[in-house]
């Protein structure tokens, strides 16, 4: 989109996630884009319920619809649009060719199969192996994402690992098809923190390793700084603010990814004396939005948010923020 | 910083062990124990933060309940506010009630579905208090005033609330006795993080307002740093270092200490480049079988012969700082 120097491995286009129930509508993705290229990591951000999530389900079919509609004006991964691929099709290129971990390895790990033969599905259906060869493969896996013993631990059950071990499964099986794209869904929320340090390294070793571009979603903005390339800030189901990771944190332009930045107390350095706060909730998304989903909870916001949902400008070469006032002249954007 | 030395003790935990019977086989044989808190000794001095952190499955939490005598402590002593509440009876315990209260970690589990907000924040006042129902509306109001509800919503139910604000709720229900002490349980983890700096703001203000005090049980290293005003690392069932904030953070003295507080990532790309992270090897073992010796020498990165043997007592090894490490021990 903005740098057109080498392809990219994932494109998407205008996506828009509404969920029909009957108690109204949901908008949970409005007009999100962006693109990702190989070897990439991009980091997503946002609160919960701000679509980050939704996003990236949408867009390779996991959203149930109904209640579901996804639109948008394409998902283009591998020359070929996502959004009007039919479920066999999908199927070929999901846990193959784009690879997920959720946030809970408990629950999407299957508690009655040993994780050797979890490891082996993929390998068998997507890539038509024998058992044999798929039980070797699955080994070469398990060692690769750093688990001891893993002859043996092929036939363990997933409640027989701890919650870190079970983690590195869980990337194994995403990882088991060799993916152009790996999709990390709040990857390490439910670890604790030196678990997490663990798994973090082992990703970006995994990346540099394999050359996968990664999108990894999460809420936390200290695991962003440390892993991604680049961010996407998500608000009220749509991008606020996009920029490489060090140009985000040294040089924010959104008001609310300068709030959140402000927002979280540190462990080294200065000790703020008091936390500063984000007044109010996020907004509720039940209709297209035709204002600024953050302008009731910005302390710069002024008559056109009102009026007007602002779009993606470009600030910078690789940066661009979603909102009329500009830091830079403390006034409104010249848009 | 924080003068222990002017002040009262209010709660004061002397050897305090929990632990959870594991009964086996046909017989139900009492095979073994879930050693969840394992000989814990720490004071809390009036008016002041006590942070509490630790992983997963350290025993923070029932910690923090058996403080409550919310269990029944299988040894070891606890005063609070001078009286020695570990073996009391019930009904002496629920006149002890009033002073000592607990906030809750998940808002939504802790408050009943089927009672009114005013219900909620009021029934402490219907059960500890004779006032009459005009009295408990008018305090219900007060309360809600206090920790920042708009007092329309006194008949909504939790559901119609964000998380927040029904954290907000659990607040308003603890202070409704006036107490001096209580303990927060993760109060802070089910929130977002916008969120989460409103309701320690609130925590802060109340204290300082009301003169509380605090047992402030968490998992996030960085909100301790900002509200507590001493911090006791748990590891494995015991206390392994306690110390005042500033000490605890600029120079953390137990390996473990040091390898948590590096675990944690901060919110600043260029840290991540110059900083020397210790990345601890393996699993927090089972309570229910802690290794010989150190609980933490299966992990510990300067680990010695002595570790493996001979469980490291806690001791002050300056003013106010208590480590259970044998590198301190010479």
Same mark, same amino acid.
Request: glycine letters at 8%; hydrophobic letters at 40%.
């Given at each position: 989109?903005?740098?057109?120097?080498?392809?990219?491995?994932?494109?998407?286009?205008?996506?828009?996630?509404?969920?029909?129930?009957?108690?109204?509508?949901?908008?949970?993705?409005?007009?999100?884009?962006?693109?990702?290229?190989?070897?990439?990591?991009?980091?997503?951000?946002?609160?919960?319920?701000?679509?980050?999530?939704?996003?990236?389900?949408?867009?390779?079919?996991?959203?149930?619809?109904?209640?579901?509609?996804?639109?948008?004006?394409?998902?283009?991964?591998?020359?070929?649009?996502?959004?009007?691929?039919?479920?066999?099709?999908?199927?070929?290129?999901?846990?193959?060719?784009?690879?997920?971990?959720?946030?809970?390895?408990?629950?999407?790990?299957?508690?009655?199969?040993?994780?050797?033969?979890?490891?082996?599905?993929?390998?068998?259906?997507?890539?038509?192996?024998?058992?044999?060869?798929?039980?070797?493969?699955?080994?070469? /896996?398990?060692?690769?994402?750093?688990?001891?013993?893993?002859?043996?631990?092929?036939?363990?059950?997933?409640?027989?690992?701890?919650?870190?071990?079970?983690?590195?499964?869980?990337?194994?099986?995403? @990882?088991?098809?060799?993916?152009?794209?790996?999709?990390?869904?709040?990857?390490?929320?439910?670890?604790?923190?030196?678990?997490?340090?663990?798994? @973090?390294?082992?990703?970006?070793?995994?990346?540099?390793?394999?050359?996968?571009?990664?999108?990894?979603?999460?809420?936390? /903005?200290?695991?962003?700084?440390?892993?991604?390339?680049?961010?996407?800030?998500?608000?009220?189901?749509?991008?606020?603010?996009?920029?490489?990771?060090?140009?985000?944190?040294?040089?924010?332009?959104?008001?609310?990814?300068?709030?959140?930045?402000?927002?979280?107390?540190?462990?080294?350095?200065?000790?703020?004396?008091?936390?500063?706060?984000?007044?109010?909730?996020?907004?509720?998304?039940?209709?297209?939005?035709?204002?600024?989903?953050?302008?009731?909870?910005?302390?710069?916001?002024?008559?056109?948010?009102?009026?007007?949902?602002?779009?993606?400008?470009?600030?910078?070469?690789?940066?661009?923020?979603?909102?009329?006032?500009?830091?830079?002249?403390?006034?409104?954007?010249?848009? | 910083?924080?003068?222990?030395?002017?002040?009262?003790?209010?709660?004061?935990?002397?050897?305090?062990?929990?632990?959870?019977?594991?009964?086996?086989?046909?017989?139900?044989?009492?095979?073994?124990? &879930?050693?969840?808190?394992?000989?814990?000794?720490?004071?809390?001095?009036?008016? #002041?933060?006590?942070?509490?952190?630790?992983?997963?499955?350290?025993?923070?939490?029932?910690?923090?309940?058996?403080?409550?005598?919310?269990?029944?402590?299988?040894?070891?002593?606890?005063?609070?506010?001078?009286?020695?509440?570990?073996?009391? =009876?019930? =009904?002496?315990?629920?006149?002890?009630?009033?002073?000592?209260?607990?906030?809750?970690?998940?808002?939504?589990?802790?408050?009943?579905?089927?009672?009114?907000?005013?219900?909620?924040?009021?029934?402490?006042?219907?059960?500890?208090?004779?006032?009459?129902?005009?009295?408990?509306?008018?305090?219900?109001?007060?309360?809600?005033?206090?920790?920042?509800?708009?007092?329309?919503?006194?008949?909504?139910?939790?559901?119609?609330?964000?998380?927040?604000?029904?954290?907000?709720?659990?607040?308003?229900?603890?202070?409704?006795?006036?107490?001096?002490?209580?303990?927060?349980?993760?109060?802070?983890?089910?929130?977002?993080? =916008?969120?989460?700096?409103?309701?320690?703001?609130?925590?802060?203000?109340?204290? =300082?307002?009301?003169?509380?005090?605090?047992?402030?049980?968490?998992?996030?290293?960085?909100? &301790?740093?900002?509200?507590?005003?001493?911090?006791?690392?748990?590891?494995?069932?015991?206390?392994?270092?306690?110390?005042?904030?500033?000490?605890?953070?600029?120079?953390?003295?137990?390996?473990?200490?040091?390898?948590?507080?590096?675990?944690?990532?901060?919110?600043?790309?260029?840290?991540?480049?110059?900083?020397?992270?210790?990345?601890?090897?393996?699993?927090?073992?089972?309570?229910?079988?802690?290794?010989?010796?150190?609980?933490?020498?299966?992990?510990?990165?300067?680990?010695?012969?002595?570790?493996?043997? #001979?469980?490291?007592?806690?001791?002050?090894?300056?003013?106010?700082?208590?480590?259970?490490?044998?590198?301190?021990?010479?």
């Amino acid at each position: 989109m903005l740098d057109g120097a080498q392809p990219s491995v994932l494109d998407v286009k205008d996506l828009k996630t509404v969920f029909k129930t009957r108690r109204g509508e949901v908008h949970a993705v409005n007009n999100v884009s962006f693109h990702l290229k190989a070897g990439e990591l991009l980091g997503v951000v946002g609160e919960s319920g701000s679509g980050k999530s939704v996003t990236m389900m949408s867009l390779i079919g996991l959203v149930p619809a109904p209640p579901a509609v996804v639109s948008g004006e394409g998902v283009f991964f591998e020359g070929q649009n996502l959004l009007t691929a039919t479920d066999d099709e999908l199927r070929a290129v999901r846990g193959a060719r784009i690879g997920f971990v959720f946030q809970d390895p408990m629950t999407s790990l299957n508690p009655v199969f040993n994780v050797g033969f979890q490891l082996m599905e993929p390998l068998r259906k997507h890539m038509g192996m024998s058992k044999a060869k798929a039980r070797v493969r699955a080994k070469e /896996l398990l060692e690769l994402v750093g688990i001891p013993d893993a002859e043996r631990r092929l036939k363990d059950y997933p409640h027989q690992f701890s919650g870190g071990m079970r983690q590195r499964v869980m990337i194994a099986i995403a @990882l088991a098809c060799d993916p152009k794209v790996l999709i990390a869904d709040e990857p390490t929320t439910a670890l604790d923190v030196t678990i997490q340090a663990q798994i @973090l390294e082992l990703m970006k070793d995994l990346r540099d390793k394999l050359g996968m571009a990664v999108v990894w979603i999460t809420h936390d /903005l200290g695991v962003i700084a440390g892993i991604a390339d680049r961010v996407l800030v998500m608000y009220g189901g749509q991008v606020v603010e996009h920029a490489p990771v060090r140009e985000l944190f040294a040089n924010p332009k959104h008001p609310y990814t300068r709030a959140l930045l402000e927002t979280v107390p540190h462990v080294r350095g200065e000790r703020a004396e008091r936390l500063e706060v984000i007044e109010g909730q996020p907004p509720i998304l039940r209709a297209h939005p035709t204002a600024c989903p953050f302008r009731d909870r910005c302390d710069k916001a002024f008559d056109r948010c009102a009026r007007e949902n602002p779009s993606r400008y470009p600030v910078g070469p690789v940066h661009d923020v979603a909102c009329f006032w500009d830091p830079e002249t403390g006034g409104a954007r010249d848009v | 910083m924080f003068d222990t030395a002017q002040r009262k003790k209010l709660v004061s935990v002397n050897g305090l062990k929990m632990y959870f019977p594991i009964h086996t086989g046909l017989l139900r044989r009492h095979t073994g124990d &879930v050693k969840a808190v394992d000989d814990v000794s720490f004071d809390i001095y009036e008016g #002041e933060t006590l942070g509490l952190v630790g992983e997963s499955g350290c025993g923070k939490s029932t910690c923090g309940r058996a403080v409550l005598r919310l269990y029944d402590p299988t040894a070891g002593t606890i005063e609070v506010d001078g009286t020695d509440i570990s073996t009391t =009876s019930q =009904s002496a315990l629920r006149k002890m009630r009033p002073v000592m209260q607990m906030v809750f970690q998940d808002p939504q589990a802790s408050l009943n579905p089927r009672m009114s907000v005013a219900d909620i924040i009021g029934e402490p006042l219907r059960e500890h208090t004779k006032k009459s129902k005009a009295e408990r509306l008018d305090r219900i109001y007060e309360l809600m005033d206090a920790v920042g509800l708009n007092r329309d919503f006194a008949n909504r139910y939790p559901h119609e609330f964000s998380g927040g604000q029904r954290q907000r709720i659990g607040i308003a229900r603890a202070l409704a006795l006036n107490p001096k002490f209580i303990v927060c349980d993760e109060p802070i983890a089910a929130l977002d993080v =916008s969120i989460q700096a409103q309701v320690v703001n609130l925590l802060e203000d109340l204290q =300082s307002e009301l003169g509380l005090t605090y047992l402030f049980i968490s998992h996030d290293l960085s909100m &301790v740093r900002h509200i507590a005003d001493r911090v006791a690392v748990m590891y494995l069932g015991k206390v392994v270092e306690l110390a005042p904030r500033e000490g605890l953070y600029d120079d953390p003295k137990h390996p473990y200490t040091i390898a948590l507080l590096s675990a944690v990532p901060e919110p600043d790309p260029a840290a991540h480049d110059s900083a020397n992270r210790v990345i601890l090897q393996g699993d927090v073992p089972s309570p229910s079988n802690p290794p010989q010796g150190c609980n933490f020498c299966t992990r510990c990165p300067k680990v010695m012969d002595i570790c493996k043997q #001979e469980d490291p007592e806690f001791r002050e090894i300056e003013p106010g700082r208590f480590v259970a490490c044998h590198l301190y021990n010479q």
